[in-house]
């Protein structure tokens, strides 16, 4: 977490907190209060990727407003909007986790909050004063990408229903207007595994990139590449918002040939062999 002040002598100042975590667990942070007594706007930057960072982003707004008296705006930058991948109750006794964690983030009471690429139009649906920063702003964006999409023989494929809408707007952001074809999968709730990866078009000697908000262990882009080279793609490529990476990328070799994604979750992940990372800094500011 850091902030950047603005002052009315139109100067930035980039600040970051002092975090210190007691033997009990609890979470103490201290902002340089210089810095944030003569600035007029106050934007934060939070990367929660534990709940230790989502403890000491409440923590650190509070001691903003306590640390100044002219009430400056505050604006809060979340690249990586956490639970948001829980936006429905599948199982008797379980909470809706990202209206919780939307609760929690109204109460700071900020004047803008931006997200990148959140994983469905609920969370956008549940926070105040908000701004979102699309997939398909990211993509044009990022050369390296685009440029994959210019090849005649490259078209995108959406994972599964869900990722439609992200898979049509990033196609609409390259000049060319890349084909888009769906896929779909069949999950069991119970157990989370994938039965069944279904592919309704012709790929056959196409470059496939997939187009997704999220990779975490990858499963779901690991089982659809394998079927996608079963029906001769001759090469496939990701893109994903959060790259979180959580089995590292030795599972996407012989599989995937390049992956573009993000800052927005600190992963530690560098190349394998016939594995290509391709990391986007995002400017949410």
């Known amino acids: 977490m850091y902030a950047i002040c603005h002052t009315l002598h139109n100067q930035k100042v980039r600040i970051e907190p002092e975090q210190f975590t007691f033997a009990g667990g609890e979470v103490q942070v201290t902002w340089p209060v210089a810095s944030l007594r003569g600035a007029h706007l106050i934007q934060v930057v939070a990367h929660l990727d534990s709940s230790d960072a989502i403890m000491a982003l409440m923590l650190g707004i509070d001691a903003i ?67 979102i920063k699309s997939q398909a702003d990211i993509a044009r964006i990022n050369k390296k990408f685009s440029r994959k999409l210019c090849h005649r023989d490259t078209v995108i494929v ?38 069944e990866t279904v592919v309704l078009g012709d790929v056959t000697g196409k470059r496939c990139m997939l187009v997704d908000d999220i990779c975490d262990g990858g499963r779901t882009f690991i089982q659809l590449a394998d079927e996608l080279l079963k029906r001769g793609a001759a090469e496939v490529n990701l893109f994903v918002t959060h790259g979180i990476f959580s089995r590292g990328l030795e599972a996407f070799q012989g599989r995937v040939s390049n992956i573009y994604t993000t800052d927005s979750f600190p992963h530690k992940c560098s190349n394998v062999d016939g594995v290509e990372l391709h990391v986007q800094p995002l400017n949410l500011l």
């Open 158 to 195: 959406a994972p599964d229903a869900g990722a439609s809408k992200k898979a049509v707007a990033v196609a609409k952001a390259c000049e060319r207007g890349t084909p888009v074809i769906q896929a779909l999968k069949t999950r069991d709730v119970q157990t989370g595994d994938i039965t």
């Open 65 to 131: 407003r306590r640390a100044t008296f002219h009430n400056p705006n505050i604006e809060l930058v979340i690249p990586y909007f956490p639970y948001a991948r829980q936006d429905r109750v599948c199982k008797d006794g379980q909470s809706l986790s990202v209206a919780v964690i939307a609760q929690m983030i109204n109460a700071l009471q900020c004047n803008r909050v931006t997200i990148c690429d959140p994983h469905s139009d609920v969370t956008g649906a549940m926070i105040n004063n908000l701004t």
